[in-house]
């Protein structure tokens, strides 16, 4: 009988021990679930949502992991808490947490979820290689796991940060397709709709975004649902179009009441009253895009006329200073529009954009007052107007025009080589025509030898895989070290002199005392590795990669984590490759 009792009690104790984490679990789930209103984590909630919730979530699990290792909730109490920290905006502590979970929990049956929150906690801390990798394994391995339409809206966000726009509609058409009953129908189309823009296909792109206006949620929403929707249709050039659909919708909003004859007041924001502005600011920027300069004044002086002294009058007056910029050409213009943006409304993101487009015109006037002074400045004023044309007016045709004429006006010097340097990767990156780039190329690389841009042209040559001849290359010639002045020379007062009676005044003496300059450093040339090794950072043409197996559509190009660096570096910095620094963003091994 006692030891019957004694059974009865060890088992009681057991179950009551068995309650404790259990309960101790259930409550960490419960305060999890209640901060992501019942998603497997925030799928579009700003990061701190929640944040009491989470953070008894967090010490709920804690309290599993240090009070009862043994009990078999403890890897779900881990993941929870790593969960946890991504709701928290932590994800590189979740990160850290996941990477060695299998090292940790060897007999765990959650591989599959941790790949996922590995992958969601890789891509919010911005490593969106790593993480459309994770996503990619987690599909393959648990194609039907309940999380999966989340790992397909995930991936497609990973691969838009990595401008695989054709592949990030294929995932988030996915979606759509598999999964039509799901809640993240809205989410998945709007990603849809944003990567179908990015990769060309307006048409489509403007179907979704229509979609997107149809379920909006307020009128607010469905606003910016049809601007983006006029986005696809400028993207196509059909500007037209595009006004159609404006001035229908300019008819549909009120514009705000100016009184006649009065000094113009600050206009003083109300709930939807900007939209009429906001529309009228877009029908200028159509006409502005279809080249209709006066059109797209007009409508821009309205919108100043009507919103005066604030963030749209700000926007109107920046845009009428980039109207005469770069459809008019008239610099002086543009410059004194500019000039009042921040007369506008200082606070206006439009007002520093404004200011450091005055700088660049300013620098350009500079230059051409004093161009007769140096072969140098003359050269600097043009590349500068060819610059302003390529990176902020968007026209490559007027900066190939102005390249041309630097080449042409000082043929035969090394300001004529950059010129035809600058042209090939006009022609290449924004024209697409490679065999012509090629061809300006060569010519730098016969013709300019011992200049910054023959190296350049050369890199850029047998990174597209061309070898270029051994012979052909000559390093640059470093420039003579400065001579001592020797008019620094004066009569000692008095006194005995090291230097039959004169002395070298304290800088002289310093260039006298220093050793001599060291010869500049011999450029050695690895060993010359096979044309198929050779990554191509210069073009996609000569890049032979192919899609990622699944997903159909995909771009023929898909960039290697090297070589989007490098892309980005150069959009970020063009001038850098103007001036012959481009070799060092390709075949670093071998200039090193």
Not at 112 to 128: T, W
Not at 314 to 326: H, K, N, S
Request: hydrophobic share 40%; net charge neutral; glycine share 6%.
């Amino acid at each position: 009988m006692r030891a019957r009792h004694l059974s009865l009690l060890l088992a009681l104790a057991l179950l009551a021990g068995s309650c404790a984490y259990y309960n101790t679990f259930y409550l960490a789930r419960k305060y999890y679930f209640k901060a992501t209103s019942g998603e497997p984590y925030l799928v579009d909630r700003p990061a701190g949502a929640g944040g009491a919730d989470l953070a008894k979530s967090i010490d709920l699990s804690k309290k599993v992991l240090a009070n009862y290792p043994k009990s078999k909730w403890v890897d779900d109490a881990y993941l929870l808490w790593a969960r946890a920290l991504l709701g928290r905006d932590d994800p590189r502590e979740t990160v850290d947490m996941l990477q060695d979970f299998e090292i940790r929990f060897p007999a765990s049956d959650l591989d599959d979820e941790v790949l996922f929150f590995l992958g969601v906690g890789y891509r919010q801390s911005h490593r969106a290689a790593e993480a459309e990798a994770s996503f990619a394994r987690f599909l393959e391995r648990a194609p039907k796991n309940r999380l999966a339409p989340y790992a397909w809206l995930e991936r497609a966000r990973a691969l838009a940060t990595l401008d695989r726009d054709s592949a990030a509609a294929y995932c988030a058409g996915q979606v759509l397709d598999r999964f039509p009953k799901s809640t993240l129908q809205t989410l998945a189309r709007n990603a849809r709709a944003e990567a179908l823009l990015g990769a060309g296909r307006h048409e489509e792109a403007r179907a979704d975004f229509q979609a997107l206006g149809l379920m909006a949620r307020d009128d607010e929403e469905r606003f910016g649902f049809l601007l983006r929707e006029v986005d696809c249709i400028e993207g196509a050039r059909e500007f037209d179009r595009a006004l159609e659909v404006l001035r229908h919708e300019l008819a549909l909003q009120r514009p705000p009441e100016v009184a006649a004859g009065a000094a113009p007041e600050a206009y003083k924001p109300t709930p939807g009253g900007d939209r009429y502005g906001r529309v009228l600011l877009r029908v200028g920027t159509v006409h502005l895009l279809a080249g209709r300069q006066a059109e797209a004044l007009e409508a821009y002086r309205e919108v100043a006329r009507l919103y005066p002294k604030s963030a749209l009058s700000a926007e109107a007056q920046y845009r009428i200073g980039y109207a005469l910029e770069t459809v008019g050409e008239d610099f002086e213009g543009a410059r004194v529009e500019y000039a009042r943006v921040g007369e506008q409304y200082a606070g206006s993101p439009f007002a520093p954009q404004a200011q450091s487009r005055m700088t660049n015109l300013d620098r350009m006037t500079e230059f051409r007052k004093a161009g007769g002074d140096t072969l140098q400045r003359r050269a600097e004023a043009d590349f500068l107007l060819a610059e302003i044309f390529l990176f902020q007016q968007n026209k490559p045709e007027r900066a190939l025009e102005e390249y041309r004429k630097v080449a042409d006006q000082f043929a035969g010097t090394a300001w004529a080589a950059k010129a035809l340097t600058a042209q090939a990767w006009v022609l290449s990156r924004r024209l697409g025509r490679q065999a012509a780039a090629d061809s300006l190329l060569w010519t730098v690389v016969r013709e300019y030898p011992a200049t910054e841009s023959q190296l350049a042209a050369r890199d850029y040559l047998e990174g597209a895989g061309i070898a270029v001849p051994e012979s052909l290359i000559r390093a640059p010639v470093a420039p003579p070290p400065a001579a001592v002045d020797t008019t620094t020379l004066t009569q000692p007062p008095s006194g005995p002199t090291p230097l039959g009676g004169f002395t070298l005044t304290d800088s002289a003496a310093a260039r006298a005392a220093s050793p001599a300059p060291k010869p500049p450093p011999v450029r050695r040339r690895a060993t010359r590795r096979p044309v198929s090794e050779i990554r191509a950072p210069w073009h996609p043409h000569y890049a032979g990669t192919t899609p990622e197996p699944g997903l159909a559509g995909d771009s023929p190009y898909t960039p290697d984590a090297d070589s989007a660096v490098v892309d980005t570096a150069r959009r970020s910095t063009p001038r850098d490759t103007l001036r012959g620094d481009a070799r060092r963003d390709s075949l670093r091994e071998r200039t090193r």
